[in-house]
T-cell receptor, first 114, second 113 residues
Framework: SQTIHQWPATLVQPVGSPLSLECTVE??????LYWYRQAAGRGLQLLFY??????ISSEVPQNLSASRPQDRQFILSSKKLLLSDSGFYLC?????????????FGPGTRLTVT | GNSVTQMEGPVTLSEEAFLTINCTYT??????LFWYVQYPGEGLQLLLK?????DKGSNKGFEATYRKETTSFHLEKGSVQVSDSAVYFC????????????FGTGTRLTIIP
């Protein structure tokens, strides 16, 4: 069966520090991968998605970036964090070109920028 | 464009009450429809789905029927439990190669004993 991992689970970082969040998927090949952010008490904002290694689409211009160095690895980064980057970051995957297109989510990383 | 509108929360119910969370959508194509649930501090879990008109998705006592004529996908449960307390998200995916989901803003449900 497929599983999705995210780490770290919790992170507290000062303003201006760098960020690296990692997501890996097991049990599937060539998945679509997604990064979402959920601000406190709010809905989901799609940040990036990827349909293959090295292929990244950005949904919202900001100081975050994403990379996909391996088929089942998706990394979210920032060179300098802002207070507004605080939130709950969720990684998700889906089957490429699936008829129904449901996404499966990881456990999330809670980021607090101080 | 595509959008999903959910009923405003929070919703508070007593245990064993009947639950309805409304969801309506607009879509440029023929969407697949989903309900996700998020328990406190966790990621989203797929609760149920429906892929064509009149399909009924069901799971864990929850049901939702794909109503194309009213562009709706309301979530229902006959008798809620305290363990159903969570945030519920309605979502759609338009079936023409677009891999992205469009989510509603979520409805927070609290069940009191």
């Amino acid at each position: 069966s497929q599983t999705i991992h995210q780490w770290p689970a919790t992170l507290v970082q000062p303003v201006g520090s760098p960020l690296s969040l990692e997501c890996t998927v097991e049990g599937t090949s060539n998945p679509n991968l997604y990064w979402y952010r959920q601000a406190a008490g709010r809905g989901l904002q799609l940040l990036f998605y990827s349909v293959g290694i090295g292929q990244i689409s950005s949904e919202v211009p900001q100081n975050l970036s994403a990379s996909r160095p391996q088929d089942r690895q998706f990394i979210l980064s920032s060179k300098k964090l802002l207070l507004s980057d605080s939130g709950f970051y969720l990684c998700a995957w889906s089957v490429t070109l699936a008829r129904t297109g449901e996404q499966y989510f990881g456990p999330g990383t809670r980021l607090t920028v101080t | 464009g595509n959008s999903v509108t959910q009923m405003e929360g929070p919703v508070t119910l007593s245990e064993e009450a009947f639950l309805t969370i409304n969801c309506t959508y607009t879509a440029t194509g023929y969407p697949s429809l989903f309900w996700y649930v998020q328990y406190p501090g966790e990621g989203l879990q797929l609760l149920l789905k429906a892929t064509k008109a009149d399909d009924k998705g069901s799971n864990k006592g929850f049901e939702a029927t794909y109503r194309k004529e009213t562009t709706s996908f309301h979530l229902e449960k006959g008798s809620v439990q305290v363990s159903d307390s969570a945030v519920y998200f309605c979502a759609l995916r338009v079936d023409f190669g677009n891999e992205k989901l469009t989510f509603g803003t979520g409805t927070r449900l609290t069940i009191i004993p």
